[in-house]
């Protein structure tokens, strides 16, 4: 009897185990939601696993998390408490892959369950950031926007560097600040280079293109600050001395035969344009005609304007100085 | 029957041994600390400061800062940039969201704010002795310095993940899911404890002070907190505000208390619950020759409590390297250490003692270098090249390095053989944290921002000039143009920084994070920096755990 049970026993535990073996793994579902199907580059994609699985892993398709190469080391990402975040950084259309997968313990059991969607990214970049001249002698400097399409770059006639006064060309390079690699930009529908000059005497007209393909039209105009290119008092002449720090500003210092009366001058001096004009406060100044009171030093103010285009304006400042000998 | 019994006897005994536990569990344990009366005195308050600064001292902060500050970076070759690693991800601007060193990061600055926070939290709890002036001066000296560090850890925590969570001063665990402040929010938060701290703190503290967070250190981490809100080449309020700060630090210009608050515009709390708040002694204990610090009231000057002079603490001449090694420990241009010497005891497996500088970053098998390439980028021909050295250079102690072929480290991260710690698990120098020529190289950067170019050179150049010392040289930066300048500036910034690990957030904060690694990805073969997106990988991700745990409450970052 003792033996039979003992048999019986034995043959239990054998069975136990060997039904151990062909144990399967249970079949995973898998589901995942997503907000929407079109991002733009760098933008967050949330999706949410609602599937069931043990594991998950997505592939979000771009390089490296291609489904389809898996077998050549693309590698999907683990989703962790079934929230998942990705972003592209290129433009494209990517399938999104889910897989899903349970195993037991010894892996002699995998059953796998997929599901995809398409999701399509999109660069439609077409504002400039900023925009500039990098390299006015030594120095870069940057445009303004006036409105949504025109931009206005100010330059001095003249930059001091050190000791001398380096004459500034009309002809620069220039350098844009947009928010993505992909747009391209034309300059009067010329693809733009970053060592080519440009000629800035006449309005550029500039186009971003999107990747998407948007385009967006903008123009730049460059106005010099307005300045004496001859001032003369009392037959004296007048030399203009820049500030380096400030292109904006000048100083005229002079000296004129003592015993001058300098309380009611009208001083002689041409401009370099047409389009600029000179005030104190807000009288215009004519040379020859207009007077003022040179016992204590007088601010000029210039107001140089793009032809045509009395809201493109560049201002600045010229103070005269005079000290009798 | 006898079964029965047997049973019931057995019950009734296990009833009586479990009945008789509740009673021993309820006793109190009598002569320890608890929560409760731990901050009643001082020294039980210094105890809860002094676990702050440990966490500056612990290998995890300092780990953390080089990795981020210096080897993402464009002055710095890694020894580990393989995309199988989690150090070379993070260098190359492919980790995930679960990278480990991102989330040591977050931890260990937030360890710092919850221990800053105990300090905070539980001031209100110390019992005073005595009414003496001197008295609330201590109190409010420690409550400043922990409000000096609580900024500082989540400044590193905004220039790293941009708006973070506030953690509340007092943690409860029915609010331990806290949502992320806005980059804004967080700034000004930080902002707030500096000013505070500005005025609560001694202008510098010397001898056996040494070491603590000083009212320069508030107002210089204060200058650098507006300089990161700020944008190069877009006019604003911070730029002003840095420059005010600037004229008072460096030029000796008064200010007062609600000045330096910004009390107007920033409280609705009323002046003497302020001061209540913060330790000052409330206006009706005042005796007759107490101090009253009203709003108006002048807080000390900064002028001349430090200078860029190569001097150590008590005036007498060292090198320019002395700066950072043992000889010049608090000299006269450093503002902010971290101290590392006053946790050695020597023995091993503290980790709150830090490993040095020197022996995670110059003796054996450095981690990051530069070659000849990038030290000619960084300086070009100024003397201070001659402060990093090669493979088998003397040091200027005559030691032969054991740097690698190629590779070049800077001396900064030296220590010279005397001031070495006989046990490996200490280190022989302080980490300079705040320098004072980044005071007036703030200054002057701000100057030109605010369209002050003359004064701006300057200040630049008034520190080139004691560079110049050094080898009797003239060259001096020259005037021009708002971009000239600024590019000057920068320059001279990332001569006079460079390894202080202060690169990546310097650039970053430039907003040229993105063109100056593209740029140094096309001289490295492995093309490091290529993968850096802009205006994505300015600021890192949110830990996924924190997320994860936070069942979506904390958000994560755009492009993550």
């Known amino acids: ?325 | 029957m006898t079964k029965y019994i047997f049973k019931i006897q057995i019950l009734c005994l296990a009833l009586l041994v479990l009945s008789g536990c509740n009673d021993f569990l309820d006793k109190e344990v009598l002569g320890n600390s608890t929560d409760k009366n731990f901050y009643d005195t001082r020294y039980k308050l210094q105890a809860a400061l002094n676990a702050t600064y440990d966490i500056l001292q612990s290998d995890e902060f300092t780990d953390s800062d080089w990795r981020f500050g210096e080897a993402t970076a464009d002055d710095v070759i890694g020894s580990d940039e393989g995309l199988s690693s989690q150090m070379g991800q993070l260098v190359h601007f492919r980790f995930n969201t679960s990278n480990t060193y991102i989330k040591k990061r977050w931890d260990i600055n937030y360890k710092g704010v919850h221990r800053a926070n105990q300090v905070i939290a539980n001031v209100d709890r110390v019992q005073l002795s005595n009414n003496d002036y001197s008295k609330y001066r201590e109190i409010r000296e420690i409550l400043g310095q922990a409000k000096f560090l609580r900024a500082l850890f989540y400044f590193n925590l905004v220039k790293t993940f941009g708006g973070v969570p506030i953690r509340p001063e007092i943690e409860t665990v029915d609010n331990l899911v806290i949502p992320r402040s806005s980059r804004e929010e967080t700034f000004a938060y930080i902002e707030k404890d500096l000013r505070e701290a500005a005025c609560m703190l001694s202008n510098r503290y010397t001898s056996s002070n040494s070491g603590k967070a000083s009212a320069g250190a508030a107002v210089g981490l204060l200058m650098k907190v507006l300089m990161y809100q700020a944008t190069p080449g877009t006019p604003s309020e911070k730029w002003e505000q840095v420059v005010e700060l600037g004229k008072y630090f460096v030029q000796g210009a008064s200010m007062t208390m609600s000045q330096m608050l910004r009390y107007d515009e920033r409280y609705n709390e009323d002046w003497e619950t302020l001061r209540k708040r913060l330790w000052f002694k409330p206006k009706e204990l005042n005796g007759e020759t107490d101090p009253y610090e009203g709003p108006d009231f002048e807080i000390a000057k900064l002028v001349n409590a430090y200078t860029f002079k190569y001097t150590d603490a008590t005036g007498s001449p060292i090198t320019y390297l002395d700066q950072f090694y043992s000889a010049g420990e608090f000299c006269s241009g450093s503002i902010f250490e971290i101290v590392f010497k006053e946790s050695g005891d020597g023995t091993t497996g503290d980790t709150n003692e830090g490993s040095s500088i020197y022996s995670t970053l110059f003796a054996s098998g450095s981690p990051m270098y530069a070659d000849d390439q990038i030290i000619a980028n960084i300086f070009g021909n100024d003397y201070r090249r001659n402060f990093t050295i090669g493979h088998h250079q003397y040091t200027p102690d005559h030691e032969n390095t054991e740097i690698g072929a190629g590779r070049i480290l800077s001396l900064k991260w030296y220590t010279p053989i005397k001031d070495r710690p006989t046990y490996t698990g200490d280190s022989g120098k302080n980490r300079r944290y705040l320098r004072y020529v980044d005071v007036v190289l703030m200054f002057a950067e701000a100057l030109n921002e605010c369209g002050n170019g003359a004064e701006a050179l300057e200040q630049l150049n008034s520190y080139k000039a004691v560079v110049n010392e050094l080898n009797n040289s003239s060259s001096l930066y020259i005037g021009g143009g708002y971009g000239y300048l600024r590019d000057q500036i920068w320059k001279e910034r990332r001569i006079e920084f460079s390894y202080e690990w202060e690169r990546f957030w310097d650039i970053v904060r430039q907003g040229r994070a993105a063109s100056a690694l593209k740029t140094f990805s096309t001289m490295r073969p492995n093309k490091r920096g290529l993968y850096f997106r802009e205006g994505v990988n300015e600021i890192f991700p949110i830990p996924q755990t924190e997320v994860d745990i936070s069942n979506g409450v904390v958000t994560q970052n755009p492009g993550y």
Not at chain 1, 20 to 30: G, I, K, R, S, W
Not at chain 1, 33 to 53: C, L, Q
Not at chain 1, 64 to 82: C, P, Q, T
Not at chain 1, 156 to 184: C, E, M, W
Request: net charge negative; aromatic share 12%.
């Open chain 1, 1 to 325: 009897m003792k033996i039979a049970l003992k048999t019986i026993l034995g043959f239990l535990v054998i069975a136990a185990f060997t039904a151990c073996e062909d144990d399967e793994a249970t079949q995973p579902h898998a589901a995942m939601s997503v907000g929407k199907y079109i991002y733009d580059t760098n933008e967050t994609m949330k999706i949410h696993f609602t599937g069931s699985a043990e594991n998950v892993v997505i592939y979000t398709g771009d390089t490296d998390h291609d489904y389809e190469l898996r077998e050549a080391s693309n590698y999907g990402l683990v989703v962790n408490k079934g929230l998942f975040t990705y972003s592209y950084q290129q433009p494209g259309t990517y399938k999104v892959v889910c897989v899903a997968t349970n195993h037991t313990d010894a892996g002699n059991s995998i059953k796998r369950d997929t599901c995809s969607f398409m999701v399509k990214v999109i660069d439609d970049v077409t504002e400039i950031e900023r925009l500039s001249a990098p390299q006015v002698i030594y120095d870069e400097v940057f445009a303004n926007p006036v409105n949504e399409t025109d931009w206005l770059l100010r330059l001095p006639r003249k930059i001091k560097f050190k000791t001398s006064n380096a004459t500034v060309s009309l002809s620069q390079k220039l350098k844009f600040y947009i928010g993505s690699d992909s747009t391209k930009v034309y300059i009067d529908d010329k693809e733009f280079s970053s060592t080519a000059k440009y000629n800035l005497a006449n309005v550029l007209n500039i186009k971003l293109k999107s990747h998407e393909g948007t385009e967006r039209p903008y123009k730049l105009y460059t106005v010099n600050y307005g300045e004496f290119k001859t001032f003369e008092l009392l037959g004296v002449q007048g030399t203009i001395t820049r500030s380096e720090f400030d292109y904006s500003y000048y100083e005229i210092n002079m000296t004129v035969p003592s015993g001058s009366d300098l309380s009611n001058l009208a001083p002689t001096f041409t401009l370099y344009s047409d389009n600029d004009k000179v005030y104190i406060d807000d009288v215009e100044q004519i040379s020859g005609t207009t007077t003022a009171d040179f016992t204590k030093p007088v601010t000029y103010r210039f107001v140089a304007s793009y032809p045509n285009r009395p809201d493109i304006t560049a201002e600045s400042t010229v103070i005269v100085t005079v000290t009798p000998q």
